[in-house]
């Protein structure tokens, strides 16, 4: 069995415009950040964030980045870098150039407590002003290793089980030949409030031998699949006994007949 990972399409991109009138014109400050990001548990993921300038503008000093992390209710904000309990030692900037409109971070050692929203904001000088601007947030989704193997009670089942966290979107589908199979059965709903994921279930007949794929989707872009090689063992067949006394029978010919050439022998001589 192989495991793969494959890193999601940013999908569709949101945008916080700024507006500065100069000289009759307009001027644009974008702050891009992905608004949804899968990462693997216990990996590292990179969390994007760039300050884009259109070609006319300019800026006094260089711009401030802040990582926030959001409360579920929104009424906090946690700082994410390194100097905080939480981050230490996991965040890191991509580009240490402090002119580069780069401002991504590593996240590394991704843990379930890591899931949730992300707000990327960069303070900013213009023209002797202060402005602080931000993109429109990054939702964190966390998955672990799928398991992909048959069922223990019954090997013409293939069974496929993938932990993630307790957002929505997340999908888990098994494949053949580029074709979704029909699941059978259904899952025990054993999920825990307290646990910070959810597990995901899908149960197939093992009908044709090659490859089966458990893939999970994050709002119908790829995000990991496990394959399973499957080879149907070879049907048993009824082989006739060994014919021993057949064995026995050829052995002793040569032998008989060994005896009745020693016994003539005798006798013509006596």
Same mark, same amino acid.
């Given at each position: 069995?192989?495991?793969?990972?494959?890193?999601?399409?940013?999908?569709?991109?949101?945008?916080?415009?700024?507006?500065?009138?100069?000289?009759?014109?307009?001027?644009?400050?974008?702050?891009?950040?992905?608004?949804?990001?899968?990462?693997?548990?216990?990996?590292?993921?990179?969390?994007?964030?760039?300050?884009?300038?259109?070609?006319?503008? !300019?800026?006094?000093?260089?711009?401030?980045?802040?990582?926030?992390?959001?409360?579920?209710?929104?009424?906090?904000?946690?700082?994410?870098?390194?100097?905080?309990?939480?981050?230490?030692?996991?965040?890191?900037?991509?580009?240490?150039?402090?002119? *580069?409109?780069?401002?991504?971070?590593?996240? #590394?050692?991704?843990?379930?407590?890591?899931?949730?929203?992300?707000?990327?904001?960069?303070?900013?000088?213009?023209?002797?002003?202060?402005?602080?601007?931000?993109?429109?947030?990054?939702?964190?989704?966390?998955?672990?290793?799928?398991?992909?193997?048959?069922?223990?009670?019954?090997?013409?089942?293939?069974?496929?089980?993938?932990?993630?966290? !307790?957002? #929505?979107?997340?999908?888990? *589908?098994?494949?053949?030949?580029?074709?979704?199979?029909?699941?059978?059965?259904?899952?025990?709903?054993?999920?825990?409030?307290?646990?910070?994921?959810?597990?995901?279930?899908?149960?197939?007949?093992? !009908?044709?031998?090659?490859?089966?794929?458990?893939?999970?989707?994050?709002? #119908?872009?790829?995000?990991? #699949? *496990?394959?399973?090689?499957?080879?149907?063992?070879?049907?048993?067949?009824?082989?006739?006994?060994?014919?021993?006394?057949?064995?026995?029978?050829?052995?002793?010919?040569?032998?008989?007949?060994?005896?009745?050439?020693?016994?003539?022998?005798?006798?013509?001589?006596?």
């Amino acid at each position: 069995m192989h495991h793969t990972f494959k890193v999601t399409k940013w999908g569709w991109t949101q945008w916080l415009f700024l507006y500065f009138m100069v000289s009759g014109t307009y001027s644009l400050i974008t702050v891009y950040q992905p608004p949804v990001l899968p990462a693997a548990l216990g990996y590292d993921i990179i969390m994007p964030c760039e300050l884009r300038l259109t070609h006319d503008e !300019r800026m006094d000093t260089i711009p401030v980045l802040y990582w926030m992390y959001l409360t579920e209710d929104g009424t906090d904000e946690i700082v994410v870098w390194s100097q905080v309990e939480n981050y230490s030692g996991r965040t890191e900037c991509l580009n240490n150039n402090q002119n *580069s409109s780069n401002k991504s971070i590593l996240f #590394k050692n991704v843990q379930w407590a890591d899931s949730g929203r992300y707000l990327c904001k960069l303070s900013i000088i213009k023209r002797n002003k202060s402005f602080r601007n931000k993109g429109n947030k990054t939702l964190l989704m966390v998955y672990d290793t799928i398991i992909f193997n048959p069922t223990s009670h019954n090997d013409s089942l293939l069974h496929c089980r993938v932990n993630v966290t !307790r957002s #929505k979107g997340f999908a888990l *589908s098994i494949v053949q030949d580029g074709i979704k199979l029909q699941p059978v059965g259904f899952a025990p709903d054993d999920a825990d409030a307290a646990l910070p994921f959810i597990s995901l279930y899908e149960t197939v007949p093992l !009908r044709r031998k090659g490859e089966y794929e458990c893939q999970l989707h994050l709002n #119908k872009d790829l995000v990991t #699949k *496990s394959i399973f090689d499957y080879q149907p063992p070879e049907p048993n067949v009824m082989l006739p006994p060994e014919p021993w006394f057949l064995y026995a029978g050829l052995l002793l010919v040569p032998f008989t007949i060994l005896l009745a050439l020693v016994t003539a022998l005798l006798v013509y001589r006596c």
